[in-house]
């Protein structure tokens, strides 16, 4: 069985950090490509920052860049999200996502999401 489990999300000053995880299970975690995703009420899923497979590579979204830095442990089958210098804009429910193979017949997993709220 699959499971993607978020934690860490909160309520944090603007400026402020904080460290998301996900943790995964029920499948072979070393060989998928893991993002965080974004979602905001009336808008669709933001890609935030992903992984590869190796850990590698990593890529994030203009508005995170410099601010966010997404790391795994393929040992621990973990990511990460650090978040530093938290903005306002930043208050959104995010997600861990999973895609891997095969190519034919992609994987893609979702975590249930937690909760980011920047404020004052």
């Known amino acids: 069985q699959v499971q993607l489990v978020e934690s860490g999300g909160g309520l944090v000053q603007p400026g402020g950090s904080l460290r998301l995880s996900c943790a995964a299970s029920?499948?072979?975690?070393?060989?998928?490509?893991m993002s965080w995703y974004r979602q905001t009420p009336g808008k669709g899923r933001e890609l935030v920052a992903a992984?590869?497979?190796?850990?590698?590579?990593?890529s994030y979204a203009n508005s995170v860049k410099d601010r966010f830095t997404i790391s795994r442990d393929n040992v621990k089958n973990m990511i990460y999200l650090q978040m530093n210098s938290l903005k306002p804009e930043d208050t959104a429910v995010y997600y861990c996502?999973?895609?891997?193979?095969?190519?034919?017949?992609?994987?893609?997993?979702w975590g249930q999401g937690t909760q980011v709220t920047v404020s004052s």
């Open positions: 996502n999973a895609k891997g193979p095969p190519l034919w017949a992609p994987r893609d997993y």
């Open positions: 029920g499948f072979t975690f070393s060989g998928y490509v």
């Open positions: 992984i590869g497979s190796a850990g590698g590579s990593t």
